[in-house]
């Protein structure tokens, strides 16, 4: 079935370290992105990556990285700088579509909780 | 920006009955699109429902439609019949014209619907 995998679920990271979360979708799509979401803030954008070798900063790219070097992988590497991690992470992808006003909707992944210890 | 704005932090309806989510929308482009998702417990996001900018008719989904008043910018979600299985997160999202943020959709900050027995 094609779908977008993410893993692991739960992922728990120490203090001063860097840990990386995985996306793999195959659903032959251009686009991908990672969401970040806290209880009571909905979704915001951390990174998005419209082809292959090129991502763009979302609104709280501060202290994560990501690559795109495949088409089917966007993995996002959560960095000791980000102070804050602990939230719930959702990646996506899409069509590159025609336009804003299309009905290309976005795949979600199941997500992906980031503790603190 | 964009902005979306939900104002129902948590609403409830009793099963069989139908019950409106609100969305409005901040946007001064011509072009853009508002989809609504769902997120159970699981984390899981479900599309559900999209309307066009240019459509002139609501959208409608089986149980879902779209109040869709553009001169109002607002495009409030209405569930009919609802069901148990109806209780979860509902978010609205707006994709606006190319720009900072690609394709990629902009979320409010959700509702939380209860259905009750």
């Known amino acids: 079935d094609g779908g977008i995998t993410q893993s692991p679920k739960y992922l728990f990271r120490k203090e001063g370290q860097n840990v990386t979360l995985s996306c793999e979708q195959n659903l032959n799509h251009d686009a991908m992105y990672w969401y970040r979401q806290d209880p009571g803030q909905g979704l915001r954008l951390i990174y998005y990556?419209?082809?292959?070798?090129?991502?763009q900063k979302g609104d709280i790219a501060e202290g994560y990285s990501v690559s795109r070097e495949k088409k089917e992988s966007f993995p996002l590497t959560v960095t000791s700088a980000q102070k804050n991690p602990t939230a719930f992470y959702l990646c996506?992808?899409?069509?590159?579509?025609?336009?804003?006003?299309?009905?290309?909707?976005?795949?979600f992944g199941s997500g992906t909780q980031l503790s603190v210890l | 920006a964009q902005k979306i704005t939900q104002t129902q932090p948590g609403m409830f309806v009793q099963e069989k009955e139908a019950v409106t989510l609100d969305c409005t929308y901040d946007?001064?482009?011509?072009?853009?699109?508002l989809f609504w998702y769902k997120q159970p417990s699981s984390g899981e996001m479900i599309f559900l429902i999209y309307?066009?900018?240019?459509?002139?008719q609501n959208a409608t989904e089986g149980r879902y439609s779209l109040n869709f008043q553009k001169a109002r910018k607002s495009a409030n979600l209405v569930i009919s019949a609802s069901q148990l299985g109806d209780s979860a997160m509902y978010f609205c999202a707006m994709r606006g014209p190319l720009g900072d943020s690609g394709y990629a959709l902009n979320f409010g900050k959700g509702t939380s619907l209860l259905v009750t027995p």
């Open positions: 309307q066009g900018s240019y459509d002139e």
């Open positions: 990556s419209q082809i292959v070798n090129d991502f």
């Open positions: 996506a992808s899409s069509p590159y579509g025609a336009g804003p006003a299309t009905n290309e909707k976005l795949f």
């Open positions: 946007t001064s482009d011509q072009s853009y699109g």
